[in-house]
């Protein structure tokens, strides 16, 4: 509530609302206009209110591409890039539907590529930085969820925005195409302190419902003990404020007077996530994702 009376405009801090709008807004514009086409066209109804996406779906989906490119860029990995991917828990917000429409209608990769690109160059955020004609601006975390990655441009730095090379935005959009973020979480290999979220094609491996309770306490638990290892640095006096890309990218260390819940969850060599496997896993890859051990 303070941002939006400080700035009703969203103009500076503001700004901050549109998280994941930057792909979001152009996946949003681009989907209007093929539904529009499929509608005139005479495709089969259920095909195309499948595919249909409003505005939260688009920035749904767009939220779990903003992570993969905090990912690439270094500033997001382990348990911090897991939290983002469990916003598409459900399956929700999968590109799926909107991928077999555009196969009916013979719309292809670098097509669907250079027509959302396209309105991603009319991003209003654009206006506010430096933006040559190879790069592009987002908003991205860092760490974790709700930390601002942040930039070394002043008018990019107030709006919490960064510069970064259109190909990021482009390989997040190539993915997303092939229907790579289109995982659901399931809770696997169950104890006492919980167990393990794994990430399944959605297409093979729906989750029944009923069954998020378990899988959003974990998921509690992993967040509680994210923010508690840099709770304690700054009440220490050791603020490290939001990171730039370079900055202490494998997170902050624990001091002597961390929580025991975040001292165990650091110390746990089991919770502590290796890169590889987060990859998710192709056509020729039957392997799962393994995000939280406990």
């Known amino acids: 509530m303070f941002l939006a009376y400080e700035d009703p405009f969203e103009k500076y801090r503001a700004l901050l609302f549109e998280y994941a709008h930057t792909l979001g807004h152009a996946i949003e514009a681009w989907l209007a206009g093929v539904v529009d086409r499929a509608r005139q066209g005479g495709m089969p109804a ?3 209110e499948t595919a249909v996406r409003n505005h939260g779906q688009c920035v749904g989906m767009a939220v779990v591409w903003a992570g993969q490119m905090a990912r690439e860029m270094d500033a997001l990995n382990g348990d911090g890039f897991a939290m983002v991917y469990l ?6 917000f999968s590109f799926g539907p909107v991928r077999d429409l555009c196969d009916r209608m013979g719309i292809g990769k670098e097509e669907f590529l250079s027509e959302v ?3 991603v160059r009319l991003d209003n955020k654009r206006g506010y930085c430096a933006c040559g004609a190879e790069a592009s601006v987002d908003q991205l975390v860092a760490h974790r969820p709700g930390r601002m990655l942040r930039s070394e441009d002043p008018n990019a730095e107030v709006r919490y925005m960064v510069v970064i090379n259109e190909a990021l935005q482009r390989r997040a959009l190539e993915r997303a195409f092939e229907r790579e973020f289109d995982l659901v979480a399931h809770l696997e290999h169950t104890t006492g302190k919980g167990g393990t979220i794994s990430f399944r094609p959605l297409a093979t491996h729906p989750r029944p419902m009923g069954v998020g309770a378990p899988i959003a306490a974990l998921i509690r638990a992993r967040i509680r003990a994210a923010c508690n ?7 220490n006096g050791v603020d ?3 990171l730039h890309a370079a900055d202490d990218a494998g997170g902050p ?9 975040a001292a165990a969850w650091e110390d746990d060599e089991s919770a502590m996530l290796c890169d590889e496997s987060l990859d998710p896993p192709s056509p020729r890859d039957p392997s799962v994702r393994s995000f939280f051990n406990n």
């Open 46 to 48: 259920e095909l195309v």
């Open 87 to 92: 916003f598409n828990t459900f399956g929700g």
């Open 117 to 119: 690109l396209a309105a």
């Open 229 to 235: 290892l840099e709770v304690s640095p700054i009440a």
């Open 240 to 242: 490290k404020g939001p």
């Open 253 to 261: 260390m624990l001091s002597g007077s961390e929580s025991s819940e």
